[in-house]
């Protein structure tokens, strides 16, 4: 196990990418593809819930259908934590986000998502690098 010093997060750079990932958050709902383009890194790596990888093209292809297959409406990220490594430069940020992903066919579901994001420092701005989201399990309605 490594044993490294973590550094100490400013709130200021908490508040940053708290606002960096409720704005993609909003990008997926207003279908604002150029997102993508404007925060991703070009090295960028998702891993979908389901276990499937996409590097950039991918997840802009992605992100496309979603766009226009119907909205998403996140509702909330809970369990936002900011761990800073590399003198500041590297941010690991974990924490899950709420919502309803509604199709053209008028179908909706529950999202109830676990994410890990990487964010790399780059010329003064924030840039993805990562990301891996896992759905939650539900529990069952008792009855």
Not at 15 to 23: D, G, P, S, V, W
Not at 84 to 99: H, I, P, S, Y
Request: aromatic share 10%; glycine share 10%.
């Amino acid at each position: 196990m490594l044993n490294r010093k973590r550094e100490e997060v400013p709130d200021g750079i908490e508040i940053e990418l708290r606002k960096l990932f409720e704005a993609w958050m909003t990008s997926i709902k207003e279908r604002d593809v150029s997102f993508v383009d404007r925060v991703m890194a070009p090295e960028f790596r998702y891993t979908h819930f389901t276990g499937e990888t996409f590097d950039l093209a991918g997840y802009r292809c992605l992100y496309e259908a979603l766009a226009e297959d119907g909205g998403t409406d996140i509702h909330g990220i809970e369990n936002f934590c900011v761990q800073l490594l590399a003198d500041g430069a590297v941010a690991l940020v974990t924490g899950e986000f709420l919502g309803d992903h509604t199709y053209s066919d008028g179908r909706t579901e529950h999202e109830d998502v676990r994410f890990l994001c990487i964010w790399e420092k780059c010329a003064g701005e924030w840039r993805a690098v990562a990301l891996q989201a896992v759905g939650k399990q539900l529990a069952a309605p008792s009855g």
